[in-house]
Structures are given as structure tokens and as C-alpha cells.
């Protein structure tokens, strides 16, 4: 209490108001992969340009710059990049710090890659050498100076996708101090091996075969998922047969042998090869046909053998390149790397693991290592609380395969997790004119925040249209999605003259309480709000004067968020309730400096299921 010792009018502030409680944002991304460059602490970016500057562009071999694509293009407007990438840290000429990042690519080959450091001609200009087995590169004149005039900084000059380097990419870790010579790094050599690991290796390279009748391709085949070794191919003639043809496969001591046709029918080469009982188990194939009017036994390929390159698996055979694992990718807290690293971050939502799949389809990891990554990420989001991790299913899987892998081989069980199937065709930003398949997280994203901006977190994220998405790897039928849905596997199908949309939305959880993934993240936004909008009531006395204030603040929250539409009721006592008084706070919690809240809502489901029941009526009936 203020003293009064002279007589005197005082005017004094009291703040007894009330204390709004705001809503926080409930779509804030956070992808986890490869980049072509940038910084491994994680980054907020709000548009693809702005990725682009600080990550790169689109990279062969990784999946995270094509889902940050679709997740802006799908609506989404704000996300955290956490790089994974194995980098040496060069240090600055004076001091600790780092002051550049070089990162091989991921097309660089398996040669160790080495990096060397030579002072320039004057004061803060230094020389850049890079060395892979026999190839050199020099960047001569190198400025850590973003504002040089004569233009010479490192990123510019070394990142430049034309002149620039094949074997490495780096990011200016230098900071922002006066001097560039400060800034330089410092003159040495240094290498990766050892504890450096450098990026990640390529998904199963390609083989494409061109058509027997000209120059154009015909097929594409890679390794199946694991498959490490060589696969030699051959072409073989059927005599009596034009259009059919027959494919070996030898990889070791296995060999495999399909008769397949381009034409459309049982025997044709994507049915046979890369799904059902007649599934290969070295190769994967892809019809590349660009002139759908040409027969089937125009586009077979030319008699002939071929050989498909092996993957090293294991980093022994691997010249002493070292791989990258889903241990990468799950990261560590402390050292604020991959999924773990994310713990430091508040305000994020949503998390994302495409380049899970790139390291899957390398044969770096199985589907084990898959579960261990995913499951990492369900149990990160199950810590946080305020936040969903959105899974990819494995390629490659057809509606039977996926169901059983998901309750049999995963056996996934959460609230905080949505899993998504099957894979999306989009424009393949390497290969001009190309398409791809790629997994659909980063797309799912965007539309998770597009609906929220438009309807709500409340609404379901479902009958959406993809953007982006020009295809789907596999069309799902109802009959088949009837054994998917009820597993809590999202489909995305194809409906005709209504686009390819997002047919689902449930998450992995046994508990129907919390079957519906528009419930589970409402519940986020509604306790992640209070939880930052009551921050006041700590250490405030624990009286009724308190309880009667968190009671008004609370409840003119949730009385806004009844009127956007987000709880069920026909007025806002059968909507909500919020009880803070003598019962729930007897003497021995105040005793124990705690106060007790009870807050109730009933949240709105989705209509999933719409029935018309119809019938007839007798003529003239009411």
C-alpha cells in the first residue's frame, strides 16, 4: 500500500481489468531434411523466394525443397527449415566462430571431398579449393564482404548454378562484423571422414531404355527399396509376340524374369513389375512414353544388356563417404539438431520428415528405420503437446501392403500423428517437361494452414483440393479405402471433374476420442491460448478475487471461439464450461501454492459420413 503523508488528491493506476487471452497460430510448419545449402540451426521463412535464398533450390536426391514448394503453394505461410546436412565448419581467421559452411552435393559422387583455404592478395580475400579425386575446382578472390565492389562473394561465386561449383555448396556463417578480414575464414585444409559426415546418398539411380524404333525413352528402372547391390538388366525378344517382351533382372544370386508389355492388361510392365504377387524385389519401373499413340510394340525397347549401378549401403563400402541415418534426422536437443532440435521452438504446429522417404528409397534405411523415425516424431509432438506430426506412408504399397504394414509391421498408435497415402505426381523441377512422385507431407501442410485461414482449426483439413498434384502413384477406390479409413490412413484420390483431393482426416489414435485430427489440434489452440494468455496469474494472491478473474477471462475467450463455430451447442452453457472456485481449490491445494481451473468444451466433429435415407411414398401421401 502507498503511504499518504501529505494532505492531497492522488491518482492512481489499477489495472483489476480484465486480461484478453489471444489466440495462437495454429499453422506454423517445421520440415526436417536436405538442403542445398544454409544454416543447420533452424530458419523461419515465409515464402518459397525467401527459401530459395537461404536453402537453395530444388536438389536431386531430396525431397524437403519440393515439399516446401507445395506447402506455400497449398497455402501454407510460415515454416521452420531444420537442415540436416553433415558439413565441414571452417573457422574464422580470428576468433571461434565459424566462418563458412561447405556441404558436398548430393550428386557429388562417392569420392571424399576435400576443401582448402589460401589467403587472397589483400586483406580479407582468401582462394577456395575443392578436391574430389581427380577433379579440382579454384574460386580465386573470394569475399565473406556481401557488399563488395567487386562483387566477388563467396556465395555468389561458389553457389552459381552455372559457373559455380559441381562438388560443394556454402553458406557465409560469418555473421555481420565491420571488418572483412574478420570474416574470412581461416587458411588450412580440411576434409570430410572421420566424424564428418557429408550429405546424403542419391535415391536408387536410373536406368532408362529407349525405344527400339527411335531415340526416345521408353522405360526407367531403379533399385528396389534396399537393394544395394548392381542389378544387371537384359532386354529378350518373345518370338511370335511383337508387343510383349521379356525383362532379367540378376542382382547377386538372385534372378528374376517378367514377360510384360506396354499395352494395358495384366501383362503390362508396371502391373507386373512393381506390385502384386508378380512384384520384383530388385527393380522398380516407370513408362516413359511420351507419344501415347504410339503401339505398344513401337515403344519395347531394343534387345540388349544393360547394367543398373549399385548403392554402397554401409559406409565401409563406400570409399569413405559416410551416410546419413534416420538418427540424422531425429537429431538431438542439446545440439538443437533435427527433430529434437524443434523442442527450442514454441511456436510450431505442424512437423514434417520428407527426406525420411529419400533416405528409404537410397536403401540407407529400411522400413524399421522408418518406424524408428516416425515414431520419433509422434513422440516429440506427444511431448510438446501443441503440435501433429503429419507421416508419409512408404512408396511403393498397395492398399493391402499399406494396411497391414501400418497396424502389423508400424503398429502406430497416437493422437498426435496423421499418416497420409498414397504418393502425389507433381511437376519434377530437375526434369523439365517430367513428372515425379513425391511423398505428400509437405502438400498436406498447406492445406492444413490454408483451412485453417479460411474456416478455422476447428474444421476437418479434408475435401481439399491438392494444388500442384497432377497425378497420384496409385488410384484408390472406395471398396479399397473402406479398409484404410477406419485404420486412420488419409487417402488422397482422384474424383472426376473435382480434381485430385484430400480424402480424410483422422489420426493414428485407438481412442475415438480423438479419432478426428480437426479435434485434436482444436484442443492444441484452445490450451496452447490459455496457457500463454494466463502467463498474469503466477504468483498472484489465491483468493477468490483471483479465481472470479481467471473464470471472466477465460470464459470471454471461449465465448469467441464458440461464435466462430468450434464447439457444439446451442448456446454457450451447453458449449463450454469453466469452473475455478472453493471446490476445486480446497485449502490444501492453496496451502501447496496451487489454483485449479476445470475447463470443458464439446468440440465439433465432421460430418464423414453423409446419409440420405430414401424411400417411397404412397401417391398423395403427406
Known amino acids: 500500500?502507498?503511504?499518504?503523508?501529505?494532505?492531497?488528491?492522488?491518482?492512481?493506476?489499477?489495472?483489476?481489468?480484465?486480461?484478453?487471452?489471444?489466440?495462437?497460430?495454429?499453422?506454423?510448419?517445421?520440415?526436417?531434411?536436405?538442403?542445398?545449402?544454409?544454416?543447420?540451426?533452424?530458419?523461419?521463412?515465409?515464402?518459397?523466394?525467401?527459401?530459395?535464398?537461404?536453402?537453395?533450390?530444388?536438389?536431386?536426391?531430396?525431397?524437403?525443397?519440393?515439399?516446401?514448394?507445395?506447402?506455400?503453394?497449398?497455402?501454407?505461410?510460415?515454416?521452420?527449415?531444420?537442415?540436416?546436412?553433415?558439413?565441414?565448419?571452417?573457422?574464422?581467421?580470428?576468433?571461434?566462430?565459424?566462418?563458412?559452411?561447405?556441404?558436398?552435393?548430393?550428386?557429388?559422387?562417392?569420392?571424399?571431398?576435400?576443401?582448402?583455404?589460401?589467403?587472397?592478395?589483400?586483406?580479407?580475400?582468401?582462394?577456395?579449393?575443392?578436391?574430389?579425386?581427380?577433379?579440382?575446382?579454384?574460386?580465386?578472390?573470394?569475399?565473406?564482404?556481401?557488399?563488395?565492389?567487386?562483387?566477388?562473394?563467396?556465395?555468389?561465386?561458389?553457389?552459381?548454378?552455372?559457373?559455380?561449383?559441381?562438388?560443394?555448396?556454402?553458406?557465409?556463417?560469418?555473421?555481420?562484423?565491420?571488418?572483412?578480414?574478420?570474416?574470412?575464414?581461416?587458411?588450412?585444409?580440411?576434409?570430410?571422414?572421420?566424424?564428418?559426415?557429408?550429405?546424403?546418398?542419391?535415391?536408387?539411380?536410373?536406368?532408362?531404355?529407349?525405344?527400339?524404333?527411335?531415340?526416345?525413352?521408353?522405360?526407367?528402372?531403379?533399385?528396389?527399396?534396399?537393394?544395394?547391390?548392381?542389378?544387371?538388366v537384359e532386354v529378350l525378344e518373345v518370338a511370335g509376340k511383337d508387343d510383349l517382351f521379356k525383362l532379367l533382372f540378376k542382382s547377386g544370386d538372385e534372378t528374376e524374369t517378367h514377360d510384360v508389355s506396354f499395352a494395358k492388361g495384366a501383362a503390362n510392365i508396371e502391373t507386373v513389375i512393381n506390385g502384386g504377387k508378380t512384384a520384383s524385389k530388385l527393380v522398380r519401373v516407370k513408362d516413359l512414353a511420351e507419344d501415347s499413340k504410339a503401339s505398344p510394340a513401337e515403344r519395347r525397347p531394343a534387345a540388349g544388356k544393360h547394367e543398373l549401378s549399385g548403392i554402397s549401403a554401409a559406409p565401409a563400402a563406400s570409399k569413405g563417404k559416410v551416410q546419413l541415418t534416420s538418427a540424422d534426422l531425429t537429431g538431438d536437443s542439446v545440439a538443437r539438431t533435427g527433430v529434437g532440435g524443434l523442442e527450442a521452438l514454441d511456436d510450431v504446429t505442424m512437423v514434417i520428415m520428407p527426406d525420411l522417404m529419400s533416405l528409404y528409397l537410397s536403401g540407407a534405411i529400411d522400413l524399421k528405420g522408418v518406424q524408428v523415425a516416425q515414431t520419433a516424431m509422434m513422440n516429440h509432438c506427444e511431448a510438446m503437446k501443441n503440435r501433429v506430426a503429419i507421416l508419409d506412408a512408404p512408396p511403393d504399397m498397395n492398399p493391402q501392403q499399406i494396411r497391414n504394414w501400418r497396424l502389423n509391421e508400424a503398429n502406430y498408435d497416437s493422437k498426435y500423428a496423421a499418416l497420409y497415402y498414397p504418393w502425389i505426381e507433381i511437376d519434377n523441377p530437375n526434369q523439365p517437361g517430367k513428372t515425379m512422385f513425391s511423398p505428400p507431407g509437405g502438400h498436406m501442410a498447406g492445406i492444413w494452414a490454408r483451412n485453417d485461414a479460411e474456416r478455422g482449426v476447428h474444421k476437418a483439413p479434408a475435401n481439399e483440393i491438392v494444388r500442384g498434384a497432377v497425378g497420384l502413384e496409385r488410384q484408390i477406390t472406395m471398396g479399397e479405402q473402406d479398409g484404410l479409413n477406419p485404420n486412420g490412413i488419409n487417402c488422397i484420390r482422384a474424383f472426376p471433374g473435382r480434381g485430385i483431393r484430400v480424402w480424410g482426416a483422422r489420426t493414428l489414435s485407438s481412442d475415438a476420442s480423438w479419432r478426428y485430427i480437426n479435434v485434436r489440434r482444436l484442443f492444441n489452440f484452445v490450451e496452447s491460448s490459455i496457457q500463454l494468455g494466463t502467463q498474469w496469474v503466477v504468483f498472484e494472491p489465491n483468493d477468490q478475487d483471483l479465481w472470479a478473474r481467471i473464470r471472466r477471462d477465460i470464459n470471454a475467450f471461449l465465448y469467441t471461439v464458440y461464435l466462430s463455430g468450434a464447439f457444439f451447442g446451442a448456446s454457450p452453457d451447453e458449449a463450454y464450461f469453466v469452473k475455478c472456485d472453493g471446490e476445486v481449490n480446497p485449502p490444501e491445494t492453496i496451502d501447496q501454492g496451487i489454483v485449479v481451473t476445470e475447463i470443458g468444451f464439446a468440440p465439433v466433429k465432421p460430418a464423414e459420413f453423409v446419409v440420405f435415407r430414401i424411400g417411397q411414398m404412397a401417391a398423395g401421401g403427406a
Open 1 to 232: 500500500m502507498p503511504q499518504y503523508l501529505s494532505p492531497g488528491v492522488y491518482v492512481e493506476e489499477v489495472d483489476r481489468g480484465s486480461k484478453p487471452i489471444e489466440g495462437v497460430g495454429t499453422s506454423v510448419a517445421a520440415f526436417v531434411g536436405f538442403t542445398e545449402k544454409g544454416p543447420r540451426e533452424a530458419q523461419l521463412v515465409t515464402n518459397w523466394e525467401q527459401f530459395r535464398t537461404i536453402y537453395g533450390g530444388f536438389i536431386e536426391g531430396a525431397f524437403l525443397p519440393t515439399s516446401v514448394y507445395g506447402y506455400f503453394l497449398n497455402g501454407g505461410t510460415r515454416a521452420y527449415i531444420m537442415r540436416v546436412a553433415p558439413a565441414i565448419q571452417l573457422p574464422q581467421g580470428r576468433g571461434n566462430k565459424s566462418a563458412l559452411e561447405v556441404t558436398p552435393l548430393l550428386s557429388a559422387g562417392d569420392e571424399p571431398v576435400s576443401v582448402k583455404i589460401a589467403n587472397g592478395a589483400s586483406a580479407g580475400r582468401y582462394k577456395l579449393i575443392v578436391q574430389q579425386g581427380d577433379v579440382s575446382e579454384t574460386f580465386d578472390d573470394l569475399s565473406s564482404d556481401k557488399k563488395d565492389p567487386a562483387a566477388r562473394y563467396v556465395e555468389t561465386i561458389v553457389n552459381d548454378a552455372t559457373k559455380g561449383s559441381k562438388l560443394v555448396r556454402v553458406y557465409d556463417a560469418s555473421g555481420n562484423r565491420d571488418l572483412p578480414e574478420l570474416r574470412a575464414p581461416k587458411a588450412g585444409s580440411y576434409n570430410f571422414g572421420g566424424d564428418d559426415k557429408p550429405a546424403a546418398e542419391l535415391p536408387a539411380p536410373a536406368l532408362r531404355l529407349n525405344s527400339r524404333t527411335g531415340d526416345q525413352p521408353a522405360v526407367e528402372i531403379r533399385q528396389a527399396p534396399g537393394v544395394t547391390k548392381p542389378v544387371q
